[in-house]
């Protein structure tokens, strides 16, 4: 049934070769941020819980989780803070993932001709994931700024649930606030984290749509259903594999940099109080939470991520569509 018709699309599905590097960019930027309007509620939910009691012992008897999960979180934000907690750091999550989604969706082509990852060459697959490495850490450094004030935003409304530290009325004033203590270089904090985070969450995102993506064409499922390509059924099916496999690999070090970015600051030394880096934090955290410290906020970041990556494919497919007839 799978024909050369069915498999073509799905290279471009992820890389689209007839387009200039600047105009991958916009497409990504664009179908990501749309995608993250619907979206921010549950990264709001998931940065107050990797927050919530930060660096308490596991076993303690006495902790109070006021977040129990993603869905009881969301009622209680919105009961306490409304339409405007949830959606609390929207503008910096739009601007975030323009940036960061046109960066390494953009360069991704590109860094998989660096690295010759070519269809039929010998370790594809690991050539396209390191690929998706090289182009997710450069896009930690375009996105780590809106990062960074994002993280703040989101926790400052909680209070000493998760130690918000950093009280900001708006973006604007975050933004001022960040270089009036550390200057430029303050915006590249916790970048220790966000590197290792995007590369390799990145990476997974990209070689795992791919992947499920050409298996779903070629294989029928238990009971002889067919995916056919451009179908939102593809993407979703794909999106949700992936997803799985996404979260995994990058929750840790998600936790790890919002921790680095709320964490309280000397006034002085605008060094950190509570870790020295991203190692660090680790160790911290693993110390007195253990494994599961590490994987705080994985379902939040699973039932986000999924919907998160199927909005973003099927709109950045629908766009370029869209932009291939009017160039046409």
Sequence with gaps: MATSTTTAPLTLAVAPKDKTVLT??????????????????????????????????????????????????????GRQEGLRGLQSGLGMTIAYQFMIAGTRFGLHEPAKRLVGA??????????????????????????NPFYLVRAR??????????????????ALEGFRAVYATDGLKGFFRGIGGAVPRVSFGSATQLTCYE???GMLLAQPCPGH???????VLLHLSASILTGFFCVTAMNPFDVISVRLYNQPLDPKTGKGLLYTGPIDCAQKTLAKEGIRGAFKGWTVQYVRLG?????TFLFWEQLKLAYDKFTQ
């Design 225 to 231: 259903v067919r995916f056919e390509d451009q179908t």
């Design 211 to 213: 992947y499920f993506k």
């Design 307 to 311: 919907p998160h990556t199927v909005f």
């Design 153 to 170: 935003l989101q926790a400052s409304n909680s209070g000493a649930v998760t130690r918000g530290r950093h009280q900001y009325a708006s």
């Design 24 to 77: 991958s960019f916009f497409l990504a930027a664009t179908a990501a941020s749309c995608a993250s309007v619907l979206t921010n509620p549950l990264e709001v939910v998931k940065t107050r819980m990797q927050l919530q009691n930060e660096l308490v012992e596991a076993s303690s008897k006495a902790v109070e989780r006021v977040y129990k999960n993603p869905f009881q979180s969301l009622y209680v934000i």
């Design 118 to 143: 070519e269809r039929g060459a010998d370790w594809y697959w690991g050539r396209t994931y390191m690929a998706g490495v090289l182009s997710g850490a450069a896009s930690s450094f375009t996105g």
